[in-house]
Every structure is written in structure tokens, then in C-alpha cells.
């Protein structure tokens, strides 16, 4: 999954609105950030194998250090714990701690049954790459709900605000339509390096969340 991860960001800023954009960004995609580091140093596994789903032409051999629900929930943990240190905002940490689960969660309904729960041979997955068109129309809509929550609970300030936004949205759903329907991938080691533009969204993210503000009057702060 891509987009609908983004969408839990995007979504979450309504329940959390001092934890800039940004922020979400890492929690919600923390384990594929994680993930190419660890491909780069061998920790972790993967093969391009394509027809081995139908959405995606990636065999993930082995990765518990990143993408195990024992490690999601250890990972929602320590960030969580870091944030409040850093923010004091409880709210704000709570919801980090579900947004780094959720990863693994929608990561359980698109996966063939890959994800591992700890680091024994137990792996889940319910599939949904296996369909091209559930794929899409799941993640389409999460993405465009996403989409509508945060621009409902925030305003542009400025130019930098709308141009911001829009120019990533419209970046994210460009990079998906392309990594479903363009060739595969030439290597492991280019996917290892490309998943760390990711961390370019992040930095996106928080500037154009900068330039936006909360619209509801009473900002929740606790
Ligand atoms: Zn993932």
C-alpha cells in the first residue's frame, strides 16, 4: 500500500492539529522508511519476481526487523514516547502510536501473506494486490477521504499553502500510477534507493503544512 498510508496522515492532522503533516508522514510510513535502509545493508530480503501479485512485482523474503507487528508495535511505542518527550503533547502521541500501527495493519490487507508477526515463521497477509481493481478503488478512496478530511480541518495561509499541498498530492498519486503501471523495477538495490525519496515527502509535508492553518476555533491541546 502507498497512497492509503498517506491518507491516514492526512486524515489524522483533523484529530491531532498541532502535529504538523510532516510528522504524520514518518509515523504512517516509519516501517517503509526503515525498510530500504535495512535492504541497502542486507538486514533484509527482497527478490523482483513479477507476477507474483498482480499490483506488485515484489517478493518480500524477509523482513521482520521492519515490517513484523511485533516491531510496528515497539516502533509505535518509542515514537510515541519520543514525540510527547519532545512536544508534551498527548494527543499528538497517542495518535502517532496508531498511525505507526496502522502501517502494518494496511500493510496486512494488501500483502500476500508475507508480513511477519514476530521473527518465527508466522506471516500474514489477506491479498488485496492480488486485484488490480481493489486495489485502486481501496486506495483511491482512502486517499481522496484523506484528502477531503484535511482540507475540511485546515485553510492555506498563503500561496505556499494550496501550491504546497496540491503539488505533493498530486506528486504521490503520479508516483503510484507509475510504479503500478510502468515496468518493473531494474534491482533490488534501485528499489532500496529509491524508497528513501519518501523522506523527501516528509520534508514536503511539513513545509506545506506550515503554511496552512487549523480551522476549528478551539484547538484541542492536550
Ligand atoms: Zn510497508
Not at 521482520?64 to 508534551?88: E, N, R, T
Not at 524508497?195 to 513545509?207: D, E, K, R
Request: no cysteine; aromatic share 14%.
Amino acid at each position: 500500500m502507498f497512497l492509503g498510508h498517506y491518507a491516514v496522515a492526512l486524515a489524522a492532522k483533523k484529530v491531532a492539529p498541532q502535529t504538523s503533516l510532516g510528522t504524520l508522514f514518518v509515523a504512517v510510513q516509519l516501517v517503509d522508511h526503515l525498510w530500504p535502509i535495512l535492504l541497502l545493508f542486507g538486514l533484509e530480503q527482497a527478490s523482483i519476481e513479477p507476477g507474483i501479485t498482480v499490483v506488485t512485482p515484489l517478493n518480500f523474503i524477509s523482513y521482520p526487523y521492519s515490517h513484523s507487528l511485533l516491531a510496528a508495535i515497539v516502533y509505535s511505542a518509542v515514537f510515541a514516547v519520543i514525540y510527547f518527550g519532545v512536544s508534551s503533547y498527548r494527543r499528538g502521541a497517542g495518535v502517532i502510536a496508531l498511525a505507526v500501527l496502522s502501517h502494518w495493519i494496511l500493510d496486512f490487507l494488501t500483502h500476500r501473506p508475507d508480513l511477519p508477526i514476530g521473527f518465527g515463521d508466522a506471516k500474514l497477509g489477506l491479498g488485496l494486490w492480488n486485484s488490480l481493481e481493489a486495489t485502486v478503488i481501496t486506495e483511491g478512496l482512502l486517499f481522496l477521504t484523506g484528502i477531503v478530511v484535511y482540507l475540511r480541518a485546515t485553510r492555506s495561509r498563503n500561496w505556499k499553502g494550496f501550491v504546497g499541498f496540491w503539488s505533493l498530492i498530486v506528486v504521490l498519486a503520479g508516483i503510484y500510477y507509475a510504479n503500478l503501471f510502468g515496468p518493473p523495477p531494474p534491482s533490488v538495490l534501485a528499489v532500496a534507493i529509491a524508497g528513501n525519496a519518501g523522506w523527501l515527502f516528509v520534508l514536503w509535508a511539513f513545509w506545506a503544512d506550515r503554511n496552512r492553518q487549523f480551522l476549528t476555533k478551539e484547538v484541542p491541546t492536550n
